[in-house]
C-alpha cells in the first residue's frame, strides 16, 4: 500500500479538453461548449473541480451553469466511487418518495469509472450538481447555540429517517448496489471495502476485527520498512 503522503502523486489532474469530453458525455448534443474550470481542494483521496458559467448551444435550460467534478485517486480502485455515486442515488431516492424531507446530496450528471476520459493514469470521476447554500464547518462555531442545536435536530431527524429504510441483507462492506424495493426496504449488493479490502462480512464484531488485524498488519510493515537500512 502507498504511503498516504504520496497518494496526492497520482490523481490526475483535468485538463480543459478532458473536461469538455466529461460535459459532452453527460449532456450529449451540445455545441460551443464554454466554461471556466478551477480546482476547489484537494485531499489524499481525490480531486475536486468547479466548472462555471458553463454554455452551450442546444437547449441552455438542460445544461447547469455550475458543476462540480470529483476525480478520485486510482489507488483505491472504481469500487470507491461506485460505492459513493450508489449511495448519492439511494438517497436521492429516499428525498424523490419523501423519506427524506431535503435533498442530502447533489444530484449524479454522469459517473465514469473506465478510465476512458481520465486515463493517465486511468481514474474514475464524478460529475454532479453544486449544492446551493455554505458548509456548515465553518460557519458552526459563529453560530448561536440555538442555531447549533437546530441544526443538530436536522442531523438527527435525517439519520433516523435514513435508519427506518430496513436494507437486506444486513451486512457490512461497500456498497456496488442498492435499491428501494418498498417504502421503507430496500436491497443491496455487496463487495469488499474499497481502502482495507476487507468483507463483506456479517457481524460489526467481524468488521471491527478485520479491520483493526489489516490496520495492525500495516503498521508493523511500516515499522519493518523504516528499520531497513535499505
Known amino acids: 500500500m502507498p504511503r498516504p503522503e504520496l497518494l496526492k502523486d497520482v490523481v490526475p489532474c483535468v485538463t480543459h479538453q478532458n473536461a469538455e469530453r466529461i460535459i459532452r458525455r453527460a449532456f450529449p448534443g451540445f455545441s460551443n461548449i464554454s466554461f471556466t474550470l478551477s480546482e476547489l481542494s484537494f485531499g489524499m483521496i481525490n480531486r475536486v473541480y468547479r466548472l462555471s458559467d458553463v454554455k452551450g448551444e442546444l437547449d441552455a435550460s438542460c445544461l447547469p451553469s455550475t458543476m462540480i467534478l470529483k476525480v478520485d485517486n486510482p489507488h483505491w480502485g472504481h469500487r470507491k466511487s461506485s460505492n459513493e455515486v ?14 427524506l424531507p431535503a435533498p442530502l446530496v447533489p444530484r449524479i450528471y454522469d459517473y ?6 481520465l486515463s493517465e493514469p486511468p481514474a474514475a470521476y464524478i460529475l454532479m450538481q453544486c449544492m446551493p447554500g455554505e458548509p456548515l464547518e465553518p460557519l458552526y462555531a459563529s453560530l448561536s447555540s ?11 431527524d435525517f439519520y433516523a429517517r435514513m435508519k427506518s429504510v430496513y436494507i437486506e441483507p444486513q451486512r457490512y462492506g461497500c456498497f456496488s448496489e442498492l435499491n428501494l424495493t418498498e417504502p ?11 481502502d482495507l479490502f476487507i468483507g ?3 457481524t460489526l464484531r467481524d468488521w471491527f476485527t478485520s479491520t483493526y488485524t489489516v490496520q495492525i498488519c500495516q503498521a508493523k510493515e511500516l515499522i519493518n520498512n523504516a528499520s531497513d537500512p535499505q
Not at 86 to 99: A, E, P, S, W
Not at 112 to 117: F, K, L, S, Y
Not at 184 to 194: H, K, Y
Open 86 to 99: 450508489t449511495i448519492m442515488r439511494f438517497l436521492q431516492q429516499l428525498y424523490d418518495c419523501g423519506i
Open 112 to 117: 465514469d469509472d473506465t478510465g476512458n476520459i
Open 146 to 156: 440555538a442555531q447549533k442545536l437546530h441544526a443538530l435536530e436536522q442531523l438527527a
Open 184 to 194: 421503507f426496504r430496500a436491497t443491496c449488493t455487496l463487495v469488499p471495502e474499497v
Open 200 to 202: 463483506p462480512c456479517d
